[in-house]
């Protein structure tokens, strides 16, 4: 499968999940590669659902190309892990990639890491082409 064609189906992906997003949900999109952004910088990483930020996050989705180099997972992961979920709230995080996982040792370890923790992530979604096994 081409570049061109990972990355549209992770693009219809994310649409998918943005749309299925019940109103009032806290979510954020991060990219990430060789570095990593974040659509809502805040203190908690998050923005409400609504149709503003829908608009937003579909709007960044859709202009989403294979550029970030690499598929390094680990420092965005460390992020998140240093800015915890809004309070009595878990976090749940969705992953869509086209490419392949390098560093998969170092991120399971990240992962477990985040089990035992405070913050509680329930669910780590692989979809295409991930060669992590959580």
Request: glycine residues 4%.
């Given at each position: 499968?081409?570049?061109?064609?990972?990355?549209?189906?992770?693009?219809?992906?994310?649409?998918?999940?943005?749309?299925?997003?019940?109103?009032?949900?806290?979510?954020?999109?991060?990219?990430?590669?060789?570095?990593?952004?974040?659509?809502?910088?805040?203190?908690?990483?998050?923005?409400?659902?609504?149709?503003?930020t829908a608009k937003e996050a579909e709007k960044l989705t859709r202009s989403m190309?294979?550029?970030?180099?690499?598929?390094?997972?680990?420092?965005?992961?460390?992020?998140?892990?240093?800015?915890?979920?809004?309070?009595?709230?878990?976090?749940?995080?969705?992953?869509?990639?086209?490419g392949e996982i390098s560093n998969t040792n170092e991120v399971t370890n990240e992962?477990?890491?985040?089990?035992?923790?405070?913050?509680?992530?329930?669910?780590?979604?692989?979809v295409h082409e991930v060669s992590i096994k959580i």
């Amino acid at each position: 499968m081409t570049e061109d064609n990972r990355i549209c189906l992770a693009r219809e992906a994310m649409l998918l999940f943005i749309r299925s997003l019940p109103v009032g949900a806290h979510f954020n999109i991060i990219r990430f590669g060789s570095n990593f952004d974040i659509l809502f910088k805040n203190e908690t990483l998050t923005a409400v659902y609504d149709e503003q930020t829908a608009k937003e996050a579909e709007k960044l989705t859709r202009s989403m190309q294979a550029d970030f180099g690499g598929t390094e997972l680990l420092e965005p992961l460390k992020h998140l892990k240093d800015h915890p979920p809004i309070k009595d709230r878990s976090r749940q995080i969705f992953l869509l990639t086209d490419g392949e996982i390098s560093n998969t040792n170092e991120v399971t370890n990240e992962y477990e890491i985040f089990k035992r923790g405070s913050m509680r992530i329930p669910h780590i979604i692989p979809v295409h082409e991930v060669s992590i096994k959580i």
